[in-house]
């Protein structure tokens, strides 16, 4: 069957694969909808600016809409049936598909497509939306210029990756930059730039390459720094023990709501690795390979936001637990007129312990830092400014 797909023009095998999903496809073609939800033939959600909105759109029945996901399945090279009920995919324009088939989603086929946006979100439209400030983007440009190993971690939604996107901007352009990603998402702003992409086996398990394997080979390519899209699992100790043997100014994501969760989170999966390794020599080595944990947040009102950064000064083994402070914090100051959330991102007064190697680079903190320290500690003289 596939061998004749083959001789088929792509655009034409696209176009045909588009008219399946006809009833959704004006979401499709809206850069405004986040994500398209449908549980079965005639519930269909989507997301825009962060609220869920109960469509009018249907499909014709189940058989249509397992039909689309045939011809998905098709395209993606995969097979989805009542024995493989679980479908992983991305349409043409790179939005990534999740379905799960009958008999596992037995009110008819649940599919979730999280669009995927060409356009870029710049650090300035960032700030447009009031996602970050100038003086956090600032603060954060001199940290990633200073190869600092940096953390982006949120829930599902909250925008991880496109503030991954928006930091990898503040990467000096003359520096080489190894990209590692399951399915590529990432679109860094930088000019010398190899992107790899992890891939899963056969149906026969053959030829599978997972994101530990690239990254092993990734050290062996002179990277300047490395970019794993998103640690899922045991390529998390593989990036610690690169982050504390020199591979300076790593950049991640993962899953996690609190920056403190953030920490234990990539210790279990760091444990998923099948290196034996004495837990308090782990966490030792994961509380110096990570530098900053940036935490960004879906907040009630569907507003995306960063809420902390927070530097990480280690782990104490007679307490047990990871060391971290706030450099900067989301204050909440209750519900505007439209039922909005209002905050502001400010420093915390602290001042960060990562501060010399920042000046090392040639780089500076902006002035509010300074400012909020000075204040925090009653206008001590500003220490090694300069």
Do not use: W
Request: contains cysteine; aromatic residues 6%.
């Amino acid at each position: 069957m596939s061998g004749g797909f083959n001789q088929i023009p792509k655009e034409v095998f696209e176009e045909t694969l588009l008219q399946f999903f006809a009833p959704i496809r004006p979401f499709l073609d809206d850069p405004a909808v986040s994500e398209v939800m449908i549980n079965g033939p005639s519930q269909i959600y989507i997301e825009r600016k962060g609220q869920l909105t109960l469509t009018e759109a249907k499909f014709e029945s189940r058989e249509h809409l397992a039909a689309g996901l045939r011809n998905l399945a098709q395209f993606v090279g995969k097979h989805a049936d009542e024995f493989k009920p679980i479908l992983e995919g991305r349409l043409p324009d790179g939005s990534r598909v999740e379905a799960v088939l009958p008999p596992c989603a037995p009110d008819g086929p649940a599919i979730a497509i999280r669009r995927f946006f060409k356009e870029t979100l710049t650090v300035e439209r960032l700030i447009g939306f009031g996602a970050l400030t100038e003086d956090a983007a600032s603060a954060l440009h001199a940290l990633v210029a200073s190869k600092l190993n940096i953390l982006v971690a949120g829930g599902t939604g909250s925008g991880k990756t496109s503030m991954l996107n928006a930091l990898s901007s503040f990467i000096p352009e003359g520096e080489r930059v190894v990209v590692i990603e399951d399915s590529r998402e990432l679109q860094l702003q930088r000019q010398h730039v190899v992107q790899l992409e992890a891939r899963p086996g056969d149906p026969k398990g053959r030829g599978a390459v997972s994101i530990r394997d690239l990254f092993k080979a990734t050290l062996r390519m002179r990277p300047d720094r490395i970019v794993v899209g998103e640690i899922r699992s045991g390529e998390a100790l593989d990036l610690i023990q690169a982050m504390t043997s020199g591979h300076g100014g790593c950049l991640s994501t993962l899953h996690a709501t609190y920056p403190r969760d953030t920490l234990s989170r990539l210790e279990t999966m760091a444990m998923m690795s099948d290196i034996d390794m004495p837990l308090v020599a782990m966490r030792i080595q994961l509380g110096s390979a990570v530098n900053l944990i940036v935490q960004v947040s879906r907040l009630q009102d569907g507003s995306r936001k960063m809420t902390h950064i927070t530097e990480v000064l280690g782990f104490d083994p007679k307490t047990d637990t990871y060391i971290t402070q706030d450099v900067f914090v989301r204050k909440y100051q209750g519900l505007g007129p439209n039922g909005q959330i209002l905050s502001e991102f400010v420093p915390s007064g602290i001042m960060p312990r990562c501060l010399e190697q920042v000046h090392e680079h040639g780089m500076d903190l902006p002035a509010c830092i300074y400012d909020a320290a000075n204040a925090a500690q009653g206008g001590a003289q500003r220490n090694g400014h300069g």
